[in-house]
């Protein structure tokens, strides 16, 4: 079993470390925010991942993973480091900020005094690889002892330990065949099973992760961009993407139209892409992400408009908001369509009333003028609109006769397209979908 560290214990960091604690290694995961540290090595995850507390605390019972904030202990017990440091988009521009990799690898670097390898899985703009490496090399005391992997990570949140465990391929971007033996002895488990291998070079590596992501969002803003078409003529979105999806070259996924992407990954790593594509000179062949960017942004103004359009004005109007989440099994509200939109209608003079499962704690700590309700029901109370905006579960079971005797009006705008007409017509509600017959178009 392998000596392993995993550097920064955001989403990647921790799923990655406990994952790979769970098959055996020793791992040591290091991040510089002491607070965290601590309540990780109590067995306390940050945020909600399920299944992912569990996996952390079997490994902190069996004693196959430790917390650190020490450069010293993490560059000592390891000789495998796992960089999983965040590269979130730069407060200044659309551009990667990536002075978490830059700060690791330069506390990292002097510590390295003997053979090691270093295994970047952080999503960085093309590049980056071979500046790490030649970094590595120059300001190491084990110099070119000191390799590195680009092995890139596709963990979806709310699947991130089944993703990490079992991932649909495991790409390695490498610069000596020597290395890939201690990657696929640590990956053993998975390669043992069907996951595909992919050896290759640094840079093409990097751009597997950006090319997975951009296509994804594209296919979502693809379909959005035909939820205007079908809404301005009564066609059904849904139905269209079945039957092309039914062709395997297009294939099903991620076609589903509605409010469209967020969270901490998609709409960050387009950008990036596309700073990073200018900078070598070929922004106008990737002019196409500004415009999968603004299809998808719009969508959020879009379900605004409906929900003028439904009460007329919504000043003073009270609407009820289901979901904060980017999307279900997360808390994370990071660039979340849901949130931007409760903000939209708040800012516009609605009295906004917002649940969500598991984000209502991110919610308030952003201090919003949006009234968090815990109680799936009382967020009902008086509601002159219904929005669905996030698709958990729980918004697909509800009691409709009891939460009919709440609201004011019984009118809903589904956001992700899931609620079943039937049920909710059948209890007396007037529901709109994104792109579907019966909707009403707000262009
Ligand atoms: C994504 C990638 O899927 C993952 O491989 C990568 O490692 C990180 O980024 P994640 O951010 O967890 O994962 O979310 P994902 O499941 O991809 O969903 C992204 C967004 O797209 C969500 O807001 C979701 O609601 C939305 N979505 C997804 C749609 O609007 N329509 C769809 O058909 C699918």
């Given at each position: 079993m392998a000596r392993i560290s995993v550097i920064g214990t955001g989403y990647l960091g921790v799923t990655h470390a406990a994952c790979m604690a769970s098959l055996g290694h020793d791992v040591v995961a290091l991040d510089v925010d002491e607070a965290k540290v601590t309540s990780l090595a109590a067995g306390k995850v940050p945020f909600h991942e399920p299944g992912l507390p569990e996996l952390l605390q079997e490994s902190l019972a069996s004693g196959k993973i430790n917390f650190t904030t020490s450069w010293v202990d993490l560059a000592a017990h390891a000789d495998v480091h796992f960089l999983c440091v965040g590269t979130p988009q730069s407060p200044e521009s659309p551009a990667a900020d990536l002075s978490q990799i830059q700060s690791a690898i330069r506390s990292l670097a002097p510590l390295l005094t003997k053979p090691c390898l270093i295994v970047g899985k952080s999503t960085v703009p093309v590049g980056t690889a071979q500046w790490i490496s030649d970094y590595l090399v120059a300001n190491s005391p084990a110099g070119n002892d000191v390799h590195l992997v680009w092995n890139p990570e596709f963990l979806r949140e709310g699947f991130a330990v089944q993703d990490t465990l079992h991932p649909d391929r495991i790409v390695l971007g490498i610069k000596n065949e020597t290395d890939v033996a201690v990657l696929t002895d640590i990956y053993a488990t998975a390669l043992s099973g069907d996951t595909p291998l992919v050896v290759t070079d640094y840079a093409t590596a990097e751009l597997v992760k950006v090319a997975a992501n951009a296509f994804l969002a594209t296919k979502i803003s693809f379909i959005n961009a035909f939820a205007y078409l079908a809404d301005e003529v009564g066609a059904d979105v849904g139905t269209l993407a079945d039957a092309i999806g039914h062709d395997t070259r297009i294939g099903?996924?991620?076609?589903n139209a509605g409010i469209g992407f967020g969270g901490g990954c998609l709409p960050k790593d387009i950008r990036a892409l596309r700073a990073r594509a200018t900078e070598l000179g070929l922004s106008e062949h990737f002019e196409f992400l500004k415009n999968v960017d603004e299809v998808n942004k719009s969508r959020r103004d879009y379900v605004f408009a409906l929900a003028i359009r439904n009460l007329g004005s919504i000043t003073g109007k009270t609407i009820a908001i289901l979901g904060a989440a980017f999307k279900p099994d997360s808390d994370d509200i990071r660039d979340s369509p849901a949130l931007d939109i409760a903000l939209l209608l708040a800012k516009g003079g609605a009295n906004v009333r917002l649940h969500d499962p598991v984000a209502l704690p991110q919610v308030r700590g952003r201090n919003l003028p949006i009234l968090a309700v815990e109680n799936v029901e009382e967020v009902f109370d008086g509601a002159d609109l219904v929005l669905h905006l996030t698709e958990w579960k729980l918004y697909r079971e509800l009691d409709l006769q009891s939460i009919s005797e709440r609201v004011a009006n019984k009118v809903i705008i589904d956001g992700r397209n899931c609620l079943d007409l039937a049920l909710w017509s059948s209890a007396g509600w007037q529901v709109t979908y994104l792109g579907k017959p019966g909707s009403q178009s707000a262009l």
């Amino acid at each position: 079993m392998a000596r392993i560290s995993v550097i920064g214990t955001g989403y990647l960091g921790v799923t990655h470390a406990a994952c790979m604690a769970s098959l055996g290694h020793d791992v040591v995961a290091l991040d510089v925010d002491e607070a965290k540290v601590t309540s990780l090595a109590a067995g306390k995850v940050p945020f909600h991942e399920p299944g992912l507390p569990e996996l952390l605390q079997e490994s902190l019972a069996s004693g196959k993973i430790n917390f650190t904030t020490s450069w010293v202990d993490l560059a000592a017990h390891a000789d495998v480091h796992f960089l999983c440091v965040g590269t979130p988009q730069s407060p200044e521009s659309p551009a990667a900020d990536l002075s978490q990799i830059q700060s690791a690898i330069r506390s990292l670097a002097p510590l390295l005094t003997k053979p090691c390898l270093i295994v970047g899985k952080s999503t960085v703009p093309v590049g980056t690889a071979q500046w790490i490496s030649d970094y590595l090399v120059a300001n190491s005391p084990a110099g070119n002892d000191v390799h590195l992997v680009w092995n890139p990570e596709f963990l979806r949140e709310g699947f991130a330990v089944q993703d990490t465990l079992h991932p649909d391929r495991i790409v390695l971007g490498i610069k000596n065949e020597t290395d890939v033996a201690v990657l696929t002895d640590i990956y053993a488990t998975a390669l043992s099973g069907d996951t595909p291998l992919v050896v290759t070079d640094y840079a093409t590596a990097e751009l597997v992760k950006v090319a997975a992501n951009a296509f994804l969002a594209t296919k979502i803003s693809f379909i959005n961009a035909f939820a205007y078409l079908a809404d301005e003529v009564g066609a059904d979105v849904g139905t269209l993407a079945d039957a092309i999806g039914h062709d395997t070259r297009i294939g099903r996924r991620f076609l589903n139209a509605g409010i469209g992407f967020g969270g901490g990954c998609l709409p960050k790593d387009i950008r990036a892409l596309r700073a990073r594509a200018t900078e070598l000179g070929l922004s106008e062949h990737f002019e196409f992400l500004k415009n999968v960017d603004e299809v998808n942004k719009s969508r959020r103004d879009y379900v605004f408009a409906l929900a003028i359009r439904n009460l007329g004005s919504i000043t003073g109007k009270t609407i009820a908001i289901l979901g904060a989440a980017f999307k279900p099994d997360s808390d994370d509200i990071r660039d979340s369509p849901a949130l931007d939109i409760a903000l939209l209608l708040a800012k516009g003079g609605a009295n906004v009333r917002l649940h969500d499962p598991v984000a209502l704690p991110q919610v308030r700590g952003r201090n919003l003028p949006i009234l968090a309700v815990e109680n799936v029901e009382e967020v009902f109370d008086g509601a002159d609109l219904v929005l669905h905006l996030t698709e958990w579960k729980l918004y697909r079971e509800l009691d409709l006769q009891s939460i009919s005797e709440r609201v004011a009006n019984k009118v809903i705008i589904d956001g992700r397209n899931c609620l079943d007409l039937a049920l909710w017509s059948s209890a007396g509600w007037q529901v709109t979908y994104l792109g579907k017959p019966g909707s009403q178009s707000a262009l």
